[in-house]
Nanobody, 120 residues
Framework: QVQLVESGGGFVHSGGSLKLSCVAS????????IGWYRQVPGKQRELVAI???????NYADSVKGRFTISRDNASNTVYLQMNSLKAEDTAVYYC??????????????WGQGTQVTVSS
């Protein structure tokens, strides 16, 4: 099993910044992809940013140039630095990891979500 603990959400005014963190723990062999998604009520969860197992990085077009994703493999942590926040960035942000288990299966795990609210 894998546990994901997210932190760093909160309230900020438009133009402000927040930094999200997500720490993965538990029993697994390796983390492949690790990234952030977000969801607002009534809409589907959408990809914000992801780092693949080969360190390829992809961003949603809506956050390019404002958000930066990074990972620390030693601590199994992924970060999302969010700058120049806009009201439309308001959402619950979820961390997701794809892990290779100790029996070499690939599974996805999600964090509990952290609320980001940006006032206009």
């Amino acid at each position: 099993q894998v546990q994901l603990v997210e932190s760093g959400g909160g309230f900020v005014h438009s133009g402000g910044s927040l930094k999200l963190s997500c720490v993965a723990s538990g029993s697994f062999f390796r983390i492949n992809d690790i990234g952030w998604y977000r969801q607002v009520p009534g809409k589907q969860r959408e990809l914000v940013a992801i780092i693949t197992k080969v360190d390829s990085i992809n961003y949603a077009d809506s956050v390019k140039g404002r958000f930066t994703i990074s990972r620390d493999n030693a601590s199994n942590t992924v970060y999302l630095q969010m700058n120049s926040l806009k009201a439309e960035d308001t959402a619950v942000y979820y961390c997701k990891v794809e892990v290779v288990t100790r029996v070499f299966e690939t599974n996805d795990f999600w964090g509990q979500g952290t609320q980001v609210t940006v006032s206009s």
